[in-house]
């Protein structure tokens, strides 16, 4: 990717001599192995790991953090006959009057330092209607590989995606409110999850902490490395067949319980699925480039085969928050969808959980509003304040009543999170 991407100060290509000038198909040109593909050679420093690195690392290489942009960005995306799970997608066109932001720039030497020492690649702060600061990653980082137009990997700021989406389900009519019962949908009959409220969805109150968390599935099945764009509901779901939900079900953060509610949707809006997409990205958002969700290659509809992990521009994220933020300050349907999930937001039992010795979801916020981190330390629990986070630094943080965001996106959350997007939250500086 590097070589055929012009990037040749970090690999050259090796070579046989004996390649360029032997015949093809000859004894010699197969001895000389000249119909393998060429081998390539990086001059990067690059610590591999077992799946994402890790959060506790604290230095990190550049090569490394080059590598993990490539698997976030570019990986999903190669055409190579040997993938067989490469994803579909759930793709949304551009709008036809793309929303254009008003711009009043200002300098910012701390967040260019973070730029050039971290693993942030953009940052963008919307105050008062306009965008102040608009910095990128500079080009002897990570900007030669990223640029305005380059699609940026959602990780967990996609369940929020999801959880808007569902507002606009409901505001079309295609589910009654987010008490609606999970009672006619054949797929998940026979589970914990049969029956259940929506809003206990949207809240990580399903009860099923001891089948799964996070990412990580606990029911043993050969078939599943955790839940991924790799299987659909129909797959996932059959292992959950006979399972009970935890009585007084504590918060559990779950990537299956995200997977639950777009499929949901999905199955109650059938052939209208995209055309929910399209009045919640193109309409509402008034998105500028494409948008996409993931989709389960090989499936279908009818087995859940949409997946919540989400991508867009660094414009298109703020467009989208911007659309939040005007929604909730008209009063919209959609504004009364995010104000009762807000109301309805639970607490994440992050002091009970450090107690006991169990790792805490994300330490910034004791609260969950439905798919959207809130109750940020320090703030009052009743401003509402709510934001996305996902993993490696995604942020996407809106002050509903200060007209306030902040959108981040990251290779590594090694940068200063407090300094950069809490105090401007927070303190406006």
């Known amino acids: 990717w590097l070589y055929d991407n012009d990037h040749h100060e970090f690999v050259t290509k090796v070579e046989n001599e004996v390649c360029k000038s032997e015949p093809k198909y000859t004894q010699t040109w197969y001895l000389q192995k000249c119909d393998k593909p060429p081998q390539?050679?990086?001059?990067?420093?690059?610590?591999?790991?077992?799946?994402?690195?890790?959060?506790?690392?604290?230095?990190?290489?550049?090569?490394?953090?080059?590598?993990?942009?490539?698997?976030?960005?570019?990986?999903?995306?190669?055409?190579?006959?040997?993938?067989?799970?490469?994803?579909?997608?759930?793709?949304?066109?551009?709008?036809?009057?793309?929303?254009?932001f008003k711009s009043n720039l200002q300098e910012n030497k701390y967040i260019d330092k973070q730029l050039k020492k971290t693993g942030?690649?953009?940052?963008?702060?919307?105050?008062?209607?306009?965008?102040?600061?608009?910095?990128i990653s500079p080009n002897d980082r990570f900007g030669k590989f990223i640029n305005d137009k380059t699609k940026l990997r959602s990780f967990s700021v996609g369940k929020s995606m999801v959880s808007y989406v569902a507002g606009h389900a409901i505001c079309g009519g295609y589910?009654?409110?987010?008490?609606?019962?999970?009672?006619?949908?054949?797929?998940?009959?026979n589970t914990l999850y049969y029956d259940q409220k929506l809003i206990d969805l949207l809240n990580m109150k399903a009860g099923d902490r001891k089948y799964v968390q996070s990412s990580d599935l606990f029911i043993k099945d050969e078939r599943f490395d955790g839940i991924n764009h790799d299987h659909d509901i129909a797959d996932y779901i059959s292992v959950f067949k006979n399972t009970?939900?935890?009585?007084?079900?504590?918060?559990?953060?779950?990537?299956?319980?995200?997977?639950l509610i777009l499929n949901y949707v999905l199955f109650k809006t059938g052939d209208d699925f995209e055309k929910i997409l399209e009045k919640t990205f193109q309409e509402n958002a008034k998105i500028e480039d494409s948008v996409f969700f993931f989709k389960v290659p090989n499936s279908s509809k009818e087995r859940g085969d949409a997946n919540n992990m989400f991508f867009a521009t660094r414009y298109d994220y703020l467009r989208i928050a911007k659309a939040m933020l005007d929604d909730w300050q008209n009063d919209t349907c959609v504004g009364k969808y995010l104000k009762t999930i807000f109301d309805n937001r639970v607490?994440?039992?992050?002091?009970?959980?450090?107690?006991?010795?169990?790792?805490?979801?994300?330490?910034?916020?004791?609260?969950?509003?439905?798919?959207?981190?809130?109750?940020?330390?320090?703030?009052?629990?009743?401003?509402?304040?709510?934001?996305?986070?996902?993993r490696a630094?995604?942020?996407?943080?809106?002050?509903?009543?200060?007209?306030?965001?902040?959108?981040?996106?990251?290779?590594?959350?090694?940068?200063?999170?407090?300094?950069?997007?809490?105090?401007?939250?927070?303190?406006?500086?």
């Open 347 to 390: 607490d994440k039992e992050n002091d009970k959980r450090r107690k006991e010795g169990k790792k805490v979801q994300w330490v910034f916020a004791r609260g969950y509003a439905g798919q959207f981190q809130t109750h940020y330390t320090g703030i009052r629990k009743k401003r509402p304040v709510m934001g996305m986070h996902g």
């Open 120 to 135: 942030l690649v953009s940052y963008l702060l919307f105050e008062d209607g306009q965008i102040t600061i608009d910095k």
């Open 244 to 259: 009970k939900k935890i009585k007084n079900a504590p918060f559990n953060y779950s990537q299956f319980s995200t997977e």
């Open 393 to 429: 630094g995604q942020q996407m943080v809106i002050d509903f009543e200060r007209s306030r965001i902040v959108v981040t996106n990251s290779v590594y959350e090694n940068y200063n999170y407090e300094k950069i997007v809490y105090n401007p939250i927070k303190k406006g500086k």
């Open 40 to 100: 390539y050679k990086n001059n990067l420093k690059i610590k591999f790991f077992d799946g994402w690195i890790p959060e506790e690392v604290k230095k990190i290489s550049y090569g490394t953090l080059l590598y993990e942009f490539y698997k976030f960005t570019v990986f999903p995306f190669v055409k190579d006959k040997r993938r067989y799970n490469r994803p579909d997608k759930y793709e949304i066109d551009p709008s036809s009057n793309p929303y254009k």
């Open 175 to 189: 589910i009654d409110s987010i008490n609606s019962r999970l009672n006619d949908w054949p797929l998940i009959e």
